[in-house]
């Protein structure tokens, strides 16, 4: 959540649409040092509802700009939309890891350790990373198969 005391309302004359909140909130000491991490990742799905349509135009009729730069694996890279972020997301190691451990946490019910995670990304990378293929990874781990199951 936003520090307490911060005002979160963007400013009523200066901004109509989502890319100029965004840009608001970066040009903001405050806001911007989070914002910037993860407002492209929003403006990439700008083309989308809430339902996940396709929208051309933002409710004030003016068209869409889901271009963004996205923070992937320490650097910012441009991307042109949604699945353009898909395809790079797709690709990184961070985010491979990032699944990894969020995975084999879920599926054991704790914290997985680094070496843990390690071994399944490992084996996921050596598969070309399909999801089919971090499952497989996980119930074949030995931290998988020796888990204690709550009664």
Do not use: W
Not at 53 to 61: K, M
């Amino acid at each position: 959540p936003p520090p307490q005391g911060i005002n979160t309302s963007p400013p009523n004359a200066e901004v109509d649409t989502e890319r100029e909140f965004a840009d608001y909130r970066a040009s903001q000491g405050t806001c911007g040092a989070c914002h910037g991490s993860f407002d492209g990742i929003g403006l990439s799905y700008e083309r989308h509802d809430a339902l996940g349509r396709y929208v051309a135009v933002d409710p004030n009729g003016a068209a869409i700009d889901s271009s963004s730069t996205v923070l992937l694996d320490g650097e910012r890279v441009p991307v042109a939309g949604v699945t353009q972020l898909a395809e790079r997301m797709a690709v990184s190691p961070e985010v491979r890891g990032c699944v990894a451990r969020k995975l084999m946490s879920y599926a054991v019910g704790r914290a997985a350790s680094a070496e843990c995670v390690s071994g399944v990304d490992s084996r996921v990378q050596a598969q070309a990373g399909s999801l089919t293929e971090f499952f497989r990874a996980i119930v074949h781990d030995p931290v998988f198969s020796q888990r204690e199951v709550a009664p």
